[in-house]
T-cell receptor
């Protein structure tokens, strides 16, 4: 129904490696899927989003893929850097507001 | 372009007291949202305004929470009386039109601690 399931809840990678975070949803009417990065004590900031008329979108080291049939979407970060360490939230657009996942704490070790 | 402004940034109160938060959205944004973010969780929508009208308040605990956006610009969120479980960060966000695919921009939040 309403929820967005996000996995994993924590992710630790070595600097330079890739990181992948996955989210699933069940409402087939959703057509907007943003990803937010939230550093400790700071506001969520939009890093990339995808609308349901495309399957993939890329912005430098960040990419998002969407599979509407399977109802899942993923965030891919390549060549990770220590400054990528943060909590990442996926969300789905519903009726003009957002339903968020529970977040993934990404730690990039130098 | 100035971002979403919120005040205060931090507030500590005792249970059963009242508290109010203020938000000023990005200029020209018709839609304003209040979210509650409990530690370790994603933001949860409390209320959505389109101009000065309420679009969705289905998850607002109306026995203790209230919000208004009288002139369709800034907004206040009030809790009266506060409970321990209200301890959270209260985030305000705004978007241009409030359509399903509009980008939402968040303010810095107000961290509320209820003792």
């Amino acid at each position: 129904g309403e929820n967005v399931e996000q996995h994993p809840s924590t992710l630790s990678v070595q600097e330079g490696d890739s990181a992948v975070i996955k989210c699933t949803y069940s409402d087939s009417a959703s057509n907007y899927f943003p990803w937010y990065k939230q550093e400790l004590g700071k506001r969520p900031q939009l890093i990339i989003d995808i609308r349901s008329n495309v399957g993939e979108k890329k912005d430098q080291r960040i990419a998002v893929t969407l599979n509407k049939t399977a109802k899942h979407f993923s965030l891919h970060i390549t060549e990770t850097q220590p400054e990528d360490s943060a909590v990442y939230f996926c969300a789905r657009g519903s009726q003009g507001n957002l339903i968020f996942g529970k977040g993934t704490k990404l730690s990039v070790k130098p | 372009e100035a971002g979403v402004a919120q005040s205060p940034r931090y507030k500590i109160i005792e249970k059963r007291q009242s508290v109010a938060f203020w938000c000023n959205p990005i200029s020209g944004h018709a839609t304003l949202y209040w979210y509650q973010q409990i530690l370790g969780q994603g933001p949860k929508l409390l209320i959505q305004f389109q101009n000065n009208g309420v679009v969705d308040d289905s998850q607002l605990p109306k026995d203790r929470f209230s919000a208004e956006r009288l002139k369709g610009v800034d907004s206040t969120l009030k809790i009266q009386p506060a409970k321990l479980e209200d301890s959270a960060v209260y985030l305000c966000a705004s978007s241009l039109l409030g359509q399903r695919t509009d980008t939402q921009y968040f303010g810095p939040g107000t961290r509320l601690t209820v003792l």
